[in-house]
């Protein structure tokens, strides 16, 4: 199973059922034994099947390998480059991809307006950033997938504002949603330099 289906309801909010963990179950139910999904957006839904096979694939291999056969001044070393997490859910992921490179990490985490629904979610107010300087440095921002892309666009334009040299990101599922207007006009301005993701 490529993308995890439900995968994003992983949790409880209020009454919200945990579709994930009941389509897993299903599945075992109906004699499924092991399950393979790429990038799990939370591998530990891997509880709701104790007993069952369930390995999450991630592509970090792949993502690295493109840098470096596409970016050819890229310098992967903790002078020249820091990882990136876009919110606290990423941040296995970038710790990750940090202990790989023996680069440093930084983080954004959202801070919500609990008190208004748009959209069916809390809308985020602002995205705070924990880490070193990035001034000078190329960015790799690491996240399972690009939906809308608004955090994702907001993420790139505050590392830049932070003077990031060039904003690199990788997400295993670009989903799009919204369409890709707003990426290409963040590439003319220089936000982000290049997206990578999977088919």
């Not at 289906?5 to 499924?32: F, P």
């Not at 939370?42 to 104790?50: E, L």
């Not at 050819?72 to 202990?99: C, F, Q, T, W």
């Not at 799009?176 to 993701?197: S, V």
């Amino acid at each position: 199973m490529p993308f995890l289906y439900e995968g994003r309801q992983h949790r409880r909010t209020s009454r919200e059922s945990m579709d994930c963990a009941v389509m897993l179950q299903e599945l075992v139910n109906m004699g499924v034994d092991n399950i393979l999904t790429f990038d799990a957006h939370d591998p530990r839904v891997n509880n709701a099947i104790p007993i069952s096979g369930f390995e999450s694939i991630m592509p970090t291999y792949q993502f690295i390998k493109n840098l470096l056969r596409n970016v050819d001044d890229i310098k992967l070393d903790a002078d020249h480059l820091m990882v990136i997490s876009p919110d606290e859910g990423a941040m296995g992921r970038v710790v990750y991809y940090a202990n790989v490179l023996g680069i440093n990490v930084g983080m954004f985490y959202k801070r919500r307006d609990f008190t208004t629904i748009v959209d069916g979610r809390n809308p985020i107010v602002a995205h705070e950033y924990l880490g070193d300087s990035v001034e000078g440095k190329d960015v790799l921002i690491i996240d399972d997938m690009i939906s809308s892309g608004d955090s994702m666009l907001d993420v790139a334009k505050q590392l830049k504002k932070r003077k990031a040299n060039r904003v690199f990101v990788a997400s295993t599922f670009g989903l799009f949603t919204n369409g890709l207007e707003r990426f290409d006009e963040a590439y003319e301005q220089g936000l982000i330099y290049r997206i990578m993701t999977t088919n």
